[in-house]
């Protein structure tokens, strides 16, 4: 069982926008700022989201993320087939004094 | 470029150890820290712990304390992971990540290696 709770599946039409939610509680979310990861397995995880809803450089502004008291949220506009993988969100917890995931969200492209 | 590569799959037997190296490049490695995360078959990122390239300080995830260790080589700019007494739940992908942290936080962890796959076998 996760720290951060995620819907284990999503999907959406190409150009769609489409929002993936994380839920969380005071001594994570609500505490600390929200990573979010796009992951292909096999692959090496991909930074999308940090602190203050920041961006690597890199990654295009179609992703944003937002928070909300122990909810956070990624969004992403203009879907493309590419972004078809797992979002993870992750998390500082206080109460396990290390970095907690969610479960991940499967992204579907139709 | 930076970059995070790491060594090559391991096949181990239960009960042994497996020691998987990290070697960092195009960027001060002390600056940032070292974060490990794997990933077991069909299952999400599980976060291992972190260490300071800096001064060797480490937290591990609670879930590892006294089975792993993590240390870092700046002569080298490498860092390793060792887990031992090895069991089937330990097959998995293990990535190393350069991360950030703030007062022991990890506040992000924006550079990945390309994994290293570990299979555990009876």
């Known amino acids: 069982q996760s720290a951060l709770t995620q819907p284990p599946s999503a999907s959406g039409t190409p150009g769609q926008r489409i929002s993936f939610s994380c839920s969380g509680a005071?001594?994570?979310?609500?505490?600390?700022?929200v990573n979010w990861f796009q992951h292909l397995p096999g692959t090496a995880p991909k930074l999308l989201i940090y602190?203050?809803?920041q961006r690597p450089s890199g990654v295009p502004d179609r992703f944003s993320g937002s928070k909300s008291g122990t909810s956070a949220s990624l969004a992403i506009s203009g879907l493309q087939s590419g972004d078809e993988a797992d979002y993870y969100c992750?998390?500082?917890?206080?109460?396990?004094?290390?970095?907690?995931f969610g479960g991940g969200t499967k992204l579907t492209v139709l | 470029q930076v970059q995070l590569v790491q060594s090559g799959a391991e096949v181990k037997k239960a009960g042994a150890s497996v020691r998987v190296s990290c070697k960092a490049s195009?960027?001060?490695?002390?600056?940032?820290?070292v974060s490990w995360v794997r990933q077991a078959p069909g299952q999400g990122l599980e976060w291992m712990g972190w260490?300071?390239?800096?001064?060797?300080?480490?937290n591990y995830a609670q879930k590892f304390q006294g089975r792993v260790t993590m240390t870092t080589d700046t002569s080298t700019t490498t860092a390793h992971m060792e887990l031992r007494s090895l069991t089937s739940d330990d097959t998995a992908v293990y990535y190393c990540?350069?991360?950030?942290?703030?007062?022991?936080?990890?506040?992000?962890?924006?550079?990945w290696g390309e994994g290293t796959t570990v299979i555990v076998s009876s």
């Open positions: 195009g960027y001060m490695f002390t600056s940032y820290d």
């Open positions: 005071h001594s994570n979310i609500g505490t600390y700022s």
């Open positions: 602190g203050l809803n």
């Open positions: 990540a350069r991360a950030r942290t703030i007062f022991g936080v990890v506040a992000y962890m924006n550079v």
């Open positions: 260490i300071s390239a800096y001064n060797g300080s480490t």
């Open positions: 992750a998390s500082w917890d206080d109460s396990l004094s290390g970095w907690v």
